[in-house]
């Protein structure tokens, strides 16, 4: 009906500095209600080639900006979002599901730092240059933006992981076109409105709403856009590398994981227990970085079942507007039914489930009853084989395993395709190191979770991806070197 769809926020995407109405849109769910609260442009190729022309029509009065000039327009609108932090964590709590203490105090903090941090570090990078006296030469290198950057950013941490890509892109001076997920556009269209504010030139960033399958699609085969940095799963990541590979583009892929706990017998369980549950059920468990199989030593594996299964279930689920609940809801009811699958073949497969998912009862507010929420469940007893050991879950969800010795449960934790992060719980400093050399890991945490320096290389092995993000690693990814040899 009319009515109904004015009340709805409708987007629009922002290309060459202007909000464009789009011919189509998709229906966007609030997951914490399961109504429909916003309209997203369906973009394809048309929207997409008007992007691209306006970022490469933009990338030569912006690749000629000095770092400096750069670094004050990101420093502009960091200080923009962070004025309005506020309405930016509500709208990305009520669009993604997640809570709003979440949003508040991880997503819009961390997108405010990416501007900052790459508005710094751009100031401080140096090229190399060397000296062959006896040619009488001399070698230096010099860097330079490649030009339009495509940017898919996933739903689970909307405006934060956008953000990590538009930050170090444009501070190395290309342009770009960015295409949020589709189920969390909110934040996105936000930012855009702040940053003629912020002094961006017209078609620096430019955004495009839509689908993988439509608007990716179309950005990934663009023969105009030289790089794609991506998050997200790993099919869709096979399908962006066949895609790209006739244009040999670069790329950059930051998939999924499976990442391991492993708890030693001398852990401190007054720390690991508390910081194994943020890892476990943080964000609803949708941070590739999330904790989906906990390996205790045996020794003390049923006094941490019993203490970890006692907290799991102080965990409140409800209305993530309401800043006491620890958990709020799944992103759409497709996914929601997928992690509930796990749970049920696990079952089926003889594991334990021991809290949480078809145990305990969910109660919840009145407007939340269509909502796509689950209790935050953990699973014993189940096999190593198993697909929910496996296979990315991507949910709240945890498998807890006994282990004997150090040399198995490294074997064990390295058993899977994926390899992006991994946590140690020990207090003998020899066996951290020691496995943390041993482990196929790109992050290895030891005694905590999710401390980042954004200066250090971040990203996966084997399945888990492709290149590395960090001061140095997104400079190096987001420009092109190049080698100069001068005799004299």
């Not at 997503?107 to 062959?132: G, K, Q, W, Y």
């Not at 950057?149 to 538009?166: C, E, F, Q, R």
């Not at 993530?320 to 992690?339: C, F, R, Y």
């Not at 699958?341 to 021991?354: F, S």
Request: proline share 5%.
């Amino acid at each position: 009906t009319m009515a109904h769809s004015k009340a709805l926020l409708v987007l629009e995407n922002f290309i060459a500095g202007e909000f464009v109405p789009c011919s189509s849109y998709i229906d966007c769910y609030n997951p914490s209600t399961g109504d429909v609260y916003c309209r997203v442009p369906d973009s394809g190729k048309e929207e997409v080639e008007a992007a691209v022309r306006a970022a490469k029509d933009a990338f030569p009065i912006w690749s000629s900006k000095t770092p400096l000039e750069r670094s004050r327009i990101l420093n502009k609108l960091a200080d923009l979002i962070e004025h309005d932090l506020e309405a930016f964590a509500q709208a990305e709590s009520k669009d993604q599901g997640k809570t709003i203490t979440f949003a508040r105090t991880v997503d819009i903090p961390r997108a405010v730092h990416n501007f900052r941090f790459f508005a710094s570090s751009i100031l401080h990078h140096t090229t190399e240059c060397t000296e062959m006296a006896s040619v009488g030469c001399v070698h230096y290198t010099s860097r330079a933006p490649v030009g339009v950057a495509g940017l898919i950013s996933p739903w689970n941490l909307p405006l934060y992981l956008l953000t990590w890509k538009i930050a170090p892109a444009i501070a190395c001076g290309n342009t770009i076109v960015a295409k949020p997920s589709e189920m969390t556009s909110v934040t996105a269209w936000m930012m855009c409105k702040l940053l003629e504010k912020a002094g961006m030139p017209r078609g620096v960033v430019n955004v495009v709403f839509g689908t993988g399958a439509k608007a990716g699609e179309a950005l990934v085969c663009h023969p105009d856009v030289p790089l794609i940095s991506f998050t997200g799963s790993t099919i869709t990541a096979q399908r962006i590398t066949e895609k790209s590979a006739p244009h040999c583009k670069k790329l950059s892929l930051e998939l999924g994981g499976k990442n391991p706990a492993i708890v030693f017998d001398d852990a401190d369980l007054s720390q690991c227990i508390p910081t194994t549950l943020r890892s476990s059920f943080a964000n609803q468990g949708e941070i590739c970085l999330c904790t989906s199989r906990i390996f205790v030593q045996r020794g003390i594996y049923s006094e941490f079942v019993k203490r970890f299964v006692a907290e799991t279930k102080k965990w409140k689920v409800g209305n993530p507007s309401n800043p006491t609940v620890d958990m709020g809801a799944l992103i759409s009811k497709e996914h929601l039914e997928k992690v509930r699958n796990y749970v049920k073949k696990a079952q089926a497969e003889g594991a334990r489930i021991l809290c949480g998912e078809g145990v305990d009862s969910l109660d919840l507010p009145a407007g939340n009853q269509k909502g796509y929420f689950m209790l935050p469940t953990v699973i014993a007893e189940v096999k190593d084989e198993s697909c929910c050991m496996q296979e990315e879950i991507f949910g709240p969800v945890t498998c807890v395993v006994a282990f004997d010795t150090e040399e198995e449960v490294v074997e064990r934790a390295n058993g899977v395709k994926y390899g992006l992060a991994a946590t140690v719980w020990s207090s003998n400093v020899g066996r951290v190191h020691r496995v943390a050399q041993r482990l196929q890991s790109g992050l290895v945490w030891t005694n905590c979770w999710l401390v980042r320096d954004l200066n250090l290389p971040f990203g996966g092995m084997k399945a888990s991806g492709i290149g590395r993000e960090g001061a140095k690693d997104s400079y190096e990814f987001f420009t092109e070197v190049k080698t100069i040899t001068i005799k004299h």
